[in-house]
């Protein structure tokens, strides 16, 4: 088996067969693998086994009360651990395998654990083939919270795993850069109408091909996730909401992100062309910003739908975390 890097590294593997079929038996054995998906790294565990998810939570300190999403290679396995209705069934059909998250009436076969005592579970097919390779070999779905310490920014590379749970991890399967960067966009189907818990790269419009989506509003309490302090770095974050340059002015040691120019003046500027750039590279972004030395990280609050929606989501709980919003 190829081990990828040397040093203190050594749980990171190239994502051949062998290390596939090794990370499975991690799995299938109460161990814990973290594994790219085509948002954001994922620590997983045998999502049947208490025990083994007991071991997620305590790896990324986790509070016990924010359920985890189970990922699973399809329609037909969801079934097995959901109660089913049209309106998931056709959002399955449309949007599966791919960063969509729908949370569903849950029956006895998933652990309380897993879905933190609540009546609901949250179920996922990710589109990547390491995942699906894995979910397929592990021959069980795997509950996959992102691999990053509670409260971090979500890991975007194998790296980064190690960096925040070294030890705390048995194999880390290497799938490079993570495409989409931010997780999952969260639905609740559970009342037969969408409504959505997370923003991420399925977009609003895009949930509305499929059915209505009733205001978020009513349903905040509804996803305990949000209740906690998230993607956080260790130093404070700005927001660049418009045109104004006033959140320059009174910042003395500061650096930049996002896609338009600041003023002079900034330490160190991460840039992104796109959105789908900006989406893709924030996280890192954010974890490289926090050790250049300065002391407030100013961030560009994009505006627009689609994406921008989630880029706003993750940047406000990043630099709001008394005031906690949920989805915008
Ligand atoms: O892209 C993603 O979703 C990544 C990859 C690894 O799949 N996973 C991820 O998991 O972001 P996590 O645990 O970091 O975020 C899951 C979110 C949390 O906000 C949690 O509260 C919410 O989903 N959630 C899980 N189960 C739920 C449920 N039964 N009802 C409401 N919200 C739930
Ligand atoms: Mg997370």
Redesign the pocket.
């Known amino acids: 088996m190829i081990m990828f890097r040397k040093g203190k590294n050594l749980k990171i593997f190239a994502p051949s067969d062998e290390a596939i079929s090794k990370a499975a038996e991690i799995i299938r054995n109460g161990g814990l693998v973290a594994?790219p998906?085509?948002?954001?790294?994922?620590?997983?565990a045998n999502a049947l086994d208490d025990a083994a998810i007991k071991k997620i939570f305590r790896a990324k300190g986790?509070p016990a009360d924010?359920?985890?999403?189970l990922?699973v290679t399809n329609m037909r396995e969801a079934s097995l651990y959901a109660v089913m209705n049209p309106v998931a069934e056709s959002l399955m059909e449309r949007f599966w395998p791919g960063?969509l998250?729908i949370?569903l009436c849950?029956n006895d076969n998933v652990p309380l654990s897993a879905?933190?005592g609540?009546?609901?579970?949250?179920l996922?097919s990710?589109m990547h083939h390491i995942?699906l390779g894995l979910l397929k070999m592990s021959g069980t779905p795997i509950a996959?919270?992102?691999?990053?310490k509670s409260g971090r920014p979500?890991p975007t590379t194998a790296e980064t795993v190690w960096d925040d749970l070294g030890d705390g991890v048995d194999m880390i399967l290497d799938g490079g850069r993570t495409a989409?960067g931010?997780?999952?966009?969260?639905v609740?189907a559970s009342g037969g109408n969408i409504s959505i818990?997370?923003p991420?790269r399925v977009t609003r419009k895009m949930l509305e091909t499929v059915a209505d989506v009733v205001p978020e509003g009513a349903n905040r309490h509804?996803?305990?996730?949000?209740r906690?302090r998230?993607y956080a770095p260790s130093v404070e974050i700005r927001l660049w909401e418009c045109e104004g340059l006033e959140v320059f002015q009174n910042a003395e040691k500061w650096c930049y992100v996002g896609m338009r120019i600041p003023p002079e003046g900034s330490m160190k500027n991460i840039t992104f062309d796109t959105t789908e750039d900006y989406a893709q590279g924030l996280f890192s972004a954010l974890r490289e910003l926090e050790s250049c030395g300065a002391s407030v990280i100013i961030a560009d609050f994009p505006d627009g739908a689609g994406l921008g929606e989630a880029i706003r989501n993750r940047l406000l709980h990043a630099a709001c975390p008394q005031s906690v919003p949920p989805c915008e």
């Open positions: 594994f998906t085509e948002t954001v790294y994922g620590l997983g986790r924010n359920p985890l999403i990922h960063p998250t949370v849950s879905r933190a609540l009546g609901t579970v949250a996922r990710p995942a996959a919270p992102s691999a990053n979500s989409i931010v997780e999952s966009t969260v609740d818990l997370r991420g509804r996803s305990p996730g949000t906690h998230h």
